[in-house]
């Protein structure tokens, strides 16, 4: 009988699909949320905050391999270094981690975070794996709802983005998971880079919308950090597939 697998942050965009993906795969998953809830399918449900170090303790009992999803604007190498202190701890023989490209590029806070949080996993002791992708699909998407509803839109100059299916991410995160620790594993982009012209110009004619669009310069640290493409992967071997064309397509309701 093989240990379930604790994943946190596993009712957020990723975590609803690795879930499906590792119970189709024979694993049992336990789910560490600020909100537990009833098992069901071979999915246990605990409630626990990685911020405030609770019911970190209870949800490793038993686990082997844990996948590490969680995370917010700020503080994740708070929570994640409460988490890696408690795996070490508890014997955790595999860490998995999910950060972001340009994580050691980018001089802003949510990238400064995210590099913390690596550390801590890399320092912790357990044998671990981190993937860095780049910016989902959805969260440009949501990105530009937010955006278009100004009645001039501001593109900053030089500002790209290689935005990435997070089904594609979810698959790999498996794959990831279910394998051996590998350290910090090649970034999985998407498949193309786009101007924030480009993305803007799509959305826009996928809704039907007409807006005004005012180029602007990004000052400081920065803006020279973006036009220089830190927040980039271009020499990877593979990327995903789906593009951002694709998912406009498929999307619903943008």
Request: charged share 20%.
């Amino acid at each position: 009988m093989t240990s379930p697998i604790l994943i946190t942050g596993g009712t957020g965009t990723l975590g609803r699909q690795v879930v499906p993906l590792l119970r189709a795969a024979g694993r049992d998953v336990r789910v560490l949320s600020r909100h537990g809830r009833e098992p069901g399918d071979g999915v246990e449900y605990l409630a626990g905050d990685l911020f405030e170090g609770k019911g970190i303790e209870s949800a490793l009992e038993g686990v082997e391999t844990v996948l590490h999803l969680a995370g917010g604007p700020k503080g994740d190498e708070v929570a994640t270094r409460n988490l890696v202190e408690a795996a070490s701890r508890a014997g955790v023989q595999h860490l998995v981690y999910i950060s972001v490209i340009g994580a050691d590029g980018v001089p802003l806070g949510w990238f400064g975070s995210k590099l913390a949080a690596e550390r801590a996993v890399a320092e912790s002791g357990v044998p671990w794996t981190t993937l860095r992708a780049a910016q989902f699909h959805d969260l440009v998407l949501t990105m530009l709802q937010k955006m278009v509803k100004l009645p001039v839109i501001p593109v900053p100059g030089g500002l790209r983005f290689q935005p990435v299916d997070s089904g594609e991410v979810a698959a790999r995160l498996v794959e990831l998971t279910l394998g051996a620790p590998a350290g910090l594993v090649p970034d999985l982009p998407g498949p193309t880079v786009y101007g924030m012209a480009d993305l803007i110009r799509g959305y826009l004619q996928a809704t039907g919308r007409h807006r005004l669009t005012m180029p602007v310069r990004m000052p400081g640290k920065a803006g020279r950090a973006y036009r220089k493409g830190a927040n980039l992967s271009l020499d990877v071997a593979a990327t995903g597939k789906r593009t951002w064309e694709d998912f406009l397509a498929d999307y619903e309701s943008i």
